[in-house]
């Protein structure tokens, strides 16, 4: 069968020539800068292996003398960020640019052409190539009538964006009837391979300046995942200058973060087996090349994880539809023991996604029923007037001990979370601040936007 369009094998991302929005987003790049990089005699230990602590690494790297990353999983298996949909696009829901959003798909971009390198580098060919999808490869179903209105109107508003797109050309594209928009210049990552080729890089670019480590710890059961959290910043704040907190749902390990706008929220996808499908009059069903997304989204992509399972004629990757997620508020978080819940919940939920996909990709109703389900628990923070951001900054950290000290003194601890649903956009831009904030010691370097919360609760204290 053949493969879709937008996920032929790319030598890179379009030519900027024939991108003028591009053009314009890489007229300032630092990678063509000649200003001199500040450099330190930092070691700097970083608690998170996932979107905001590979990024901050990345940064880092080459300006300190050692980094260490503490994880539980390899690079490229973090436990939210590996499962997430890997869409990015600088709009909102309501489409329009969302906070920082051209700064952080520029400052993206940048990473995937690195992480791609990184990979083919490394003799990893297929992974280079599935990496990322071409561009113009996300669409947005209307599915109602103000729908139509509300998307025709955003596409007028920006035309560099968006594109109305129905009849034949949205057939083509969403392999089904219907109309919406195109978000061009979206891609879509194969989340694995983007951050295991971060890490390549990190080590093929800084190997020889930097001395860098990944700290890989496994733990019993995952609820010890807090405990292990604050167990690994307790041993890295005594044994580093600098420690970088970005353990996503570890988060709950530090009673003294227990009043940050945050919450914890659980997200769980559907993975349908996309080969195969036999549609009406018998034909076997095109391959989804696009992805769809309203609310939830419908994402074509390869399934790595083959753990149990037989290797496929010719060693052919398994295509598949990622359908999610669930948005499962976690109650209580911080409490001894955070509600579970009952087995019909999670069902019910299940059943309810299952719906919702099949109503962005009508096809779906025919095809098989989800062999699998991933899920990840992402830190989210409360709703401002620019959405909601995520939070970083200086923090202290007592009660955080090694052999009876306190050790998370101000100054040395630094906090980067609440990525949410939009880590994709914002992890590179705000880990390349943090970064700097942390070489040059200063935490004003980093968007006022992002320090306020912190600054809030060190109000309240003093």
């Not at 991302?13 to 200003?35: G, I, Q």
């Not at 998170?48 to 080459?62: D, E, I, Y």
């Not at 009538?145 to 964006?161: C, K």
């Not at 390869?302 to 359908?323: A, K, N, Q, S, T």
Request: proline share 6%; net charge neutral; charged share 25%.
């Amino acid at each position: 069968m053949a493969r879709p369009s937008a996920f032929l094998p790319l030598r890179g991302l379009p030519s900027r020539t024939h991108r003028p929005l591009l053009a314009r987003l890489f007229a300032s790049s630092p990678a063509t800068s000649t200003e001199k990089i500040e450099r330190s005699d930092l070691n700097v230990a970083v608690v998170g292996g996932g979107l905001a602590g590979l990024s901050t690494a990345w940064h880092l790297a080459g300006r300190v003398k050692s980094l260490t990353v503490y994880d539980p999983c390899p690079p490229g298996q973090a436990e939210a960020s590996a499962v997430a949909g890997g869409l990015l696009h600088p709009l909102t829901p309501k489409n329009r640019i969302i906070w920082s959003g051209l700064e952080g798909f520029k400052a993206t971009l940048r990473l995937v052409e690195a992480s791609k390198a990184a990979l083919s580098h490394a003799g990893d060919e297929r992974a280079a190539r599935r990496l990322h999808s071409a561009q113009g490869t996300i669409l947005r179903p209307a599915l109602t009538p103000q729908h139509v209105l509300d998307y025709q109107a955003a596409a007028a508003r920006l035309p560099e964006w968006l594109e109305w797109l129905e009849g034949e050309e949205w057939q083509r594209r969403a392999n089904c009837p219907g109309h919406g928009l195109l978000l061009r210049n979206s891609i879509v990552l194969s989340m694995p391979d983007y951050l295991r080729g971060l890490w390549l890089s990190l080590q093929q670019l800084h190997g020889s300046t930097t001395h860098l480590t990944w700290e890989q710890r496994t733990f019993p059961s995952p609820s010890q995942a807090a405990a292990a959290a604050a167990s690994t910043a307790a041993v890295a704040a005594a044994a580093y200058d600098v420690v970088v907190l970005a353990s996503g749902a570890g988060i709950c390990a530090f009673p003294a973060l227990k009043d940050l706008p945050i919450e914890l929220v659980k997200g769980r996808t559907l993975l349908v087996d996309q080969q195969g499908w036999e549609g009406e009059e018998g034909r076997e069903e095109q391959l989804l090349g696009s992805a769809l997304l309203c609310g939830e989204y419908v994402v074509p992509g390869v399934d790595m994880d083959r753990e149990g399972e037989e290797e496929r004629e010719g060693g052919e990757e398994r295509r598949v539809l990622r359908c999610g997620s669930t948005k499962e508020y976690i109650e209580d978080p911080w409490g001894p023991n955070p509600k579970k819940e009952e087995g019909g919940e999670g069902e019910d939920k299940m059943n309810a996604l299952r719906e919702k996909a099949e109503r962005i990709y009508p096809p779906l109703k025919g095809g098989p029923a989800a062999y699998r389900i991933t899920t990840g628990i992402r830190v989210a923070t409360q709703r401002s007037n620019l959405g909601k951001l995520p939070i970083l900054g200086r923090i202290s950290l007592r009660g955080v001990e090694k052999g009876g000290k306190e050790a998370g003194e101000e100054g040395k601890t630094w906090l980067y979370t609440g990525l949410g649903g939009r880590g994709l956009i914002h992890h590179a831009f705000l880990g390349e601040r943090l970064a700097e904030a942390i070489v040059k010691g200063e935490e004003m370097m980093l968007p006022s936007q992002v320090r306020a919360p912190l600054l809030k609760e060190k109000k309240k204290k003093e």
